[in-house]
């Protein structure tokens, strides 16, 4: 009855999502190859966990 009050738990984790991506792509514009590869793990993990939430998100 009250499910429109209850948020969406995909929606913070899309937020953080994005943001590791901007933080990786900014490292390797700054040439910063190691940071990239590790941002983009921690991006990686935060996929899993929005997939494992619910499957049928495409990111």
Known sequence: MFSFF????TKKLNKLYDRKLEEAMLA???G???A???ITAEAEKI???ILEIDPSNKI
């Open 28 to 30: 390797q514009r700054n």
């Open 6 to 9: 209850k948020k969406d738990p």
């Open 32 to 34: 910063n190859i190691r």
């Open 36 to 38: 990239y590869s590790m």
């Open 47 to 49: 996929r899993e966990q």
